[in-house]
């Protein structure tokens, strides 16, 4: 009998402080920096987006958005064998421990599951299901917990007005169990690491401390040209591999990076607008967060049913890219 893997369960956490354009437009003019709801809007499509409490780390945001995803799934804790968690905001500067053993602590998984993270930035959540999907197959493992979270605030220049309007954070998370029935489709990734240099925090530890800048960098046209090329292609190889056309899709969840990006992605797909979950509008980009939280939000407000064909694509630093597509 062939084995599948099958997303079980959704879940999502957006911290408290919610951020209108209004207020980021107030809290920039007061350091004599220009910006607007307009040009926010028209150029990105954001209206507003989280930002986590100080005393809040991705970890906090990921358990909370595991938890529901747990409950939807019917999963105790314990019953997870393995917990993958993708973000570039992992709760140690350092990246250990893992974001993913502290997640598994903060659940008080006490199981000697394993637990680690994927790093492919705005493509996280996508690695993070390939690979997860991958081990369920391959007969290793048989429940797995994965969630992207970010705090992307923590590493936004409040001085750089072409970034630090666009991003948020938050936590998406899925169950993803074995299965007699499909299941994840077919996934697709990919990476170039040649354009390292348009999108990245560059800096490196020296001695204790950061040499170069913790901010995140963004050369924003080269970013966009590169994602309308990548994310048409990827969809179309997944949607190859299994044997299928965009027509037979029921929802495209792209990462919620910018609405002219998403936009463009379903019309070269020839999907209609009404096919596409958004929610960058209130959620801003929260990098490897962005599609789970999308996800979730379908699935909870019913837009998503058992049996529905979901495109899910990704893109980011790396620069790395790829594709889901999952019967639910
Ligand atoms: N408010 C007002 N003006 C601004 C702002 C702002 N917040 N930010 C930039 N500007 C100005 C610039 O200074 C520039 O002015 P100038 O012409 O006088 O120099 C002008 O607006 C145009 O700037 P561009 O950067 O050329 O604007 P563009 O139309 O390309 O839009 C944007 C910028 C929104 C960043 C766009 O390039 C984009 O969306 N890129 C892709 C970003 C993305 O998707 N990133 C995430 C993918 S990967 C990941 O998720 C980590």
């Known amino acids: 009998m062939t084995l599948y893997s099958k997303i079980i369960g959704t879940g999502s956490y957006l911290p408290q402080q919610r951020v209108t354009n209004a207020d980021l437009t107030a ?49 105790q804790p314990h019953e997870i064998d393995l917990v993958i968690v993708a973000s570039s905001t992992p ?29 492919a930035v705005c493509s996280g959540f996508i690695y993070a299901v390939s690979v997860a999907d991958a081990f369920i197959k391959a007969g290793a493992h048989k429940n797995v917990l994965v969630i992207g979270a970010e705090v992307f ?37 990919h990476a170039d690491g040649s354009y390292a240099d348009i999108l990245s925090v560059p800096g490196n530890l020296a001695n204790g401390a950061i040499a170069g800048s913790a901010f995140l960098y963004m050369d924003g046209p080269a970013v966009f040209k590169l994602a309308v090329t990548v994310l ?67 699935v909870r407000d019913g837009r998503i049913q058992p049996g529905h064909t979901v495109l899910m694509e990704g893109v980011g630093g790396g620069f790395t890219w790829g594709a889901v597509l999952a019967r639910m």
């Open 27 to 75: 809290q920039l003019a007061a350091k004599g920096i220009d910006t607007s709801d307009e040009w926010i809007v028209s150029r990105s499509g954001i209206s507003a987006r989280h930002y986590a409490a100080p005393d809040e780390l991705s970890s906090d945001l990921a358990v909370a958005a595991a938890r529901q995803a747990l409950a939807m799934a019917d999963k």
């Open 232 to 298: 048409e292609q990827v969809a179309t190889e997944v949607l190859e591999a299994a044997g299928m056309s965009a027509g037979q899709v029921d929802w495209l969840v792209p990462h919620q990076a910018n609405i002219r990006i998403m936009k463009s992605t379903a019309r070269k797909l020839g999907l209609p607008m009404e096919k596409m979950v958004v929610t960058v509008d209130q959620h801003g980009n929260t990098s490897a967060a962005s599609i789970p939280l999308a996800l979730d939000a379908a």
């Open 153 to 189: 605030s923590r590493i936004l220049n409040f001085e750089d007005r072409g970034t630090c309007v666009l991003f948020g954070d938050g936590a998406g998370a899925v169950v993803m169990s074995a299965s007699d029935t499909p299941g994840i489709l077919a996934s697709k990734l």
């Open 91 to 119: 709760d140690y500067y350092g990246s250990f421990p893992s974001t993913a053993c502290i997640v598994q602590r903060k659940l008080g998984m006490g199981n000697g599951s394993a637990a680690f993270d994927v790093q």
